[in-house]
């Protein structure tokens, strides 16, 4: 099993400490994926900088979590999925369709449907969506500019999710409650 290093902002190398200190400013602490993520100030910066540019994004926030969960759902994060399902509930999220992304199963709502099986399509065919596929998304109101956008949040969660797997990225005490294994999965 590799063992990661969970820097602080005392402890991290020197070109991570402002962004470690960045985050704790905006959340209050470092989460355990920052932490880890330290070790490589560049990695830390590149996630910081896609999840800021994909925060301002033309999605509303309730897409931006659509996309996020759904990435995490498909690439079996546990720690992100339960950080998001957290976040999403924050954002007071229908906890119908904060359920239904968990379970991976379809949204009661189409056009967040839409969205749902549109990104389900960018991170299992690793961005291999037909035509047909696209043309639906946007008919059921979203942009070229969206189809873009969730290419943008994939990516984001591409670098989450992958370090999470690789430094086995342990939850933090804010998760308590929304732990996640992938549905027809044994807890690892």
């Not at 749902?116 to 696209?134: I, M, P, Q, Y």
Request: glycine share 6%.
């Amino acid at each position: 099993m590799n063992t990661f290093t969970k820097y602080t902002a005392d402890t991290a190398p020197e070109a991570s400490k402002s962004a470690l200190e960045a985050t704790k400013a905006a959340f209050g602490f470092i989460p355990n994926l920052q932490a880890n993520m330290a070790e490589s100030p560049e990695l830390l910066e590149g996630y910081a900088k896609l999840w800021e540019l994909f925060g301002k994004s033309t999605l509303t926030p309730h897409e931006q979590q659509v996309v996020y969960l759904t990435s995490n759902f498909e690439n079996e994060c546990h720690y992100c999925m339960a950080g998001h399902t957290t976040l999403a509930k924050m954002i007071k999220m229908d906890p119908a369709v904060i359920a239904a992304l968990r379970a991976g199963t379809p949204l009661p709502d189409a056009k967040l449907e839409a969205l749902h099986r549109f990104a389900t399509l960018v991170v299992k065919n690793r961005g291999w969506v037909s035509d047909e596929d696209t043309y639906a998304f946007i008919a059921a109101g979203y942009t070229r500019r969206n189809v873009l956008e969730v290419v943008l949040g994939t990516a984001t969660k591409v670098m989450s999710n992958y370090t999470n797997h690789i430094a086995h990225t342990e939850l933090d005490g804010f998760m308590a409650g929304n732990e996640w294994t992938k549905p027809g999965k044994t807890a690892a």
